[in-house]
């Protein structure tokens, strides 16, 4: 009877060390899920804080930004005009003819 005891208690025994490993690696991971969260959400906060930042930026910046870039465009497109037209009296006949008669499309 007391061996039946001994390993009663030895099998006791090894049930609880199971249990509690269990519960201290349940522990652990709970520890380390919630780290992670912490590490996500300052990741997601610090995110956010750079995207206002450089939206506040931008949204300054926007009207004079679009007047120079749509000026420079154009330019280039005028000075490859004149380059293309140049001195050909009949290239720039055309040329005055085809864009008077659509911009007349635009006038009504």
């Known amino acids: 009877m007391a061996t039946v005891l001994s390993a009663s208690n030895a099998t006791a025994t090894s049930i609880l060390s199971t249990v509690q490993t269990l519960a201290i690696t349940a522990q652990r991971t709970i520890n380390t899920a919630a780290a992670g969260l912490d590490m996500l959400d300052t990741y997601v906060e610090d995110a956010r804080t750079r995207q206002v930042d450089a939206s506040k930026i931008a949204r300054h910046h926007y009207r004079k930004n679009l007047l120079l870039e749509a000026s420079i465009e154009q330019a280039r497109k005028e000075q490859q005009l004149t ?26």
């Open 83 to 108: 380059r293309e037209i140049g001195n050909d009296q009949v290239l720039s006949k055309l040329f005055s003819d085809n864009h008077a008669e659509l911009e007349a499309l635009f006038a009504s």
